[in-house]
């Protein structure tokens, strides 16, 4: 408990900082590309959950995003649900995806498991193009609720990023901290010799793929209402993958904060880009980054740091 009550109280900060933010009148692209790098913040978590604590690379972040933004686009045409429904009810059902898929596919590792989790994502891109409840392959507009707070929704969703980001961080940090994330550490180090110990690898294994898919859900709920417009290339772009690899990997995938610090400056880094130069470079950063990173910093930014204390 000691422990706990200052990281919910810089989380609390965190909030109420972006809620201020939301109150100043600056440039509206500060929010847009503001709620791009807070979801990269959840989603690089929520990757680094399965794929840097366990070490079960996953390939099918896109699958998990574009069904918690898929299930906000029913949940809007069937009952009107309000936004925190919809982020709850993404949640769950990408963590329901999470816990049948790693049951399934857990029992695979390395190169094969990674392949399992990209067919995944092309499985269910091609089921939600044939779906055309929610659109199909020509895609579905949302109209925004009226009324937002702070008087413009993407301010409103801004903010709402944050709180979710906040959210998924602790919850990693908890887990990193706790007999979960020692038994996680060991699974990646030695499967086999963390069962031989005692450690019940299966069921941290599915433990992992349930929250990482849960917070993967959340942060594509927001989606259709802060793109107004949802089809499935966009719901299932690369980008969500190579990002949600390349941004642990830059910042550090053993620790909570290296996700953090990877899409804080590689998102901020593709959005200098978008604004100046072109949106196509994006994957040429992120590309030639995690080149570089991978030769000279392997074990990323809080790696290097490491090495230059101990010198």
Request: proline content about 5%.
């Amino acid at each position: 408990m000691a422990r706990t009550l200052p990281t919910l109280a810089i989380g609390l900060l965190v909030v109420a900082a972006g809620i201020v933010l939301a109150q100043l009148r600056v440039n509206p692209y500060l929010y847009f590309a503001g709620y791009v790098i807070l979801q990269y913040v959840v989603i690089a978590t929520a990757w680094n959950i399965l794929g840097g604590y366990g070490g079960y690379v996953n390939f099918g972040t896109p699958a998990f995003f574009a069904l918690g933004a898929y299930t906000a686009v029913f949940l809007i045409r069937a009952v009107h649900a309000p936004l925190p429904v919809l982020i709850v009810a993404g949640g769950l059902v990408s963590a329901l995806l999470g816990l049948g898929i790693g049951y399934l596919t857990l029992r695979l590792r390395g190169t094969f498991f990674s392949i399992a989790t990209l067919a995944l994502s092309v499985v269910l891109q091609t089921m939600i193009i044939n779906w055309e409840y929610v659109g199909g392959s020509r895609g579905i507009s949302v109209i925004r609720p009226s009324g937002p707070p702070f008087g413009n929704y993407v301010v409103f969703l801004f903010t709402v990023m944050v709180a979710l980001a906040v959210v998924s961080v602790t919850v990693a940090r908890f887990i990193e901290r706790s007999w979960i994330g020692r038994g996680l550490a060991a699974l990646r180090d030695n499967e086999e010799a963390a069962e031989c110990m005692g450690v019940p690898t299966l069921r941290l294994k599915l433990f992992a793929t349930t929250v990482s898919g849960f917070f993967l859900g959340v942060a594509g709920a927001p989606f259709p209402y802060y793109v107004t417009f949802v089809e499935p290339n966009s719901a299932f772009a690369l980008d969500y993958a190579v990002n949600a690899l390349a941004m642990p990997m830059i910042g550090g995938t053993t620790s909570w904060v290296g996700p953090v610090i990877g899409a804080v400056l590689l998102g901020t880094a593709q959005q200098l880009a978008t604004v100046t130069i072109s949106s196509e470079l994006n994957l040429f950063i992120v590309g030639v980054v995690l080149v570089a990173f991978v030769v000279l910093a392997p074990e990323g930014i809080l790696g290097l740091v490491r090495r230059l204390r101990g010198r």
